[in-house]
């Protein structure tokens, strides 16, 4: 014959004990599914996208939760030519926008940290670095961004991408 047990009423957790405990637990899972999709906000750039009016095209992949890579090439003469590689990584509590073009700064990367003051779109900024000191990538819609390449006192120029 089984023996059955006899718990107390001090024994059982109270309302306010199980309500702090649930508060936990939805606490802890929400900050790992957010550690887990450090890179998330910038999903939107996956996939190619065409420059307005060229044959230039910028193509991102995500690598993993912590880095979006792509690259920027042209068709030329049906030829695919490799012009900058890009990514955007989660480095400590910053987001890095890396750009390698390989015939400048002695094809070496430079990068940009993303100002998170700036509300109105993704700006990466190195003040540091000559030409440019600003890449801002501005979402339009879902098909169309705007990309701002600036320098000194907002010099620079713009182009459209267009999702592919």
Request: glycine share 6%.
């Amino acid at each position: 014959m089984k023996e059955k047990k006899i718990i107390s009423k001090d024994a059982m957790p109270s309302d306010a004990g199980i309500i702090k405990n649930m508060f936990v637990l939805i606490g802890l899972v929400l900050s790992t599914s957010c550690a887990e999709q450090p890179v998330g906000q910038f999903d939107f750039l996956t996939g190619t996208w065409k420059v307005e009016g060229k044959e230039q095209y910028e193509a991102w992949v995500k690598e993993s939760h912590n880095e979006l890579s792509g690259h920027v090439y042209a068709n030329i003469d049906r030829q695919i030519k490799i012009l900058e590689s890009i990514a955007i990584k989660k480095v400590n509590d910053q987001f890095i926008y890396e750009a390698t073009v390989p015939d400048q700064n002695d094809g070496q990367t430079i990068q940009f940290i993303l100002n998170e003051e700036v509300k109105t779109c993704f700006s990466f900024e190195n003040p540091g670095h000559d030409f440019p000191k600003k890449i801002q990538y501005c979402k339009k819609s879902d098909s169309e961004l705007d990309i701002h390449v600036l320098g000194e006192e907002g010099e620079g120029y713009n182009y459209t991408l267009i999702r592919q």
